[in-house]
Every structure is written in C-alpha cells, then in structure tokens.
C-alpha cells in the first residue's frame, strides 16, 4: 500500500473486485477510488455536494461481480448510487 498513501484523505470502508484491484471510499475528498492489487491509481470518481454522483457523507461502499459499484451516503438519508466501472 505504500503508492496509496499520497492518494487518500479519510479512508473508511474498502472492498475488493474479483480481479483484486482495492476500491476505498475516501470520506476525507468524497470521492470513490480504485487502486489495482499493486497499489496504483487506476481512476477516481465523486466529489463533495446534492447532485447525480456526488457525496456529502461517503459510507459505504460495495462490488459486484459485474464491476458495479455500490455506494451509500449517510448524510443524504442513505441514499444509495450505482457506478460501473469497466
């Protein structure tokens, strides 16, 4: 993990995808990142604020099998978005 660490603010939750790349949800800059299983930025989505795609209290977050990624905002009454990724 040692290339992450310049990457990520506030890291709470983190799950991997079936080809082991880490997906954190980075409280800390409200956005959702994915690294690959060697620890380099592949992309970066979100930011703070209402609309489509932003946060205002990244939770959660969760992959499917189908490179879906799930995620929920806390402050928003749990609101939860969709994201695919490949």
């Known amino acids: 993990m040692y290339y992450t660490q310049r990457y990520v ?15 954190l949800a980075d409280r800390g800059c409200s956005q959702v990142k994915i690294f690959s299983n060697e620890g380099k930025l592949i992309t970066k989505f979100g930011k703070s604020g209402p609309a489509p795609g932003d946060f205002a209290y990244l939770g959660g977050i969760a992959v499917d099998d189908v490179f879906t990624i799930v995620a929920v905002d806390h402050k928003d009454h749990n609101k939860l978005q969709a994201f695919s990724y490949l």
């Open 9 to 23: 603010e506030e890291v709470w939750y983190f799950c991997m995808d079936q080809q082991l790349n880490i997906i």
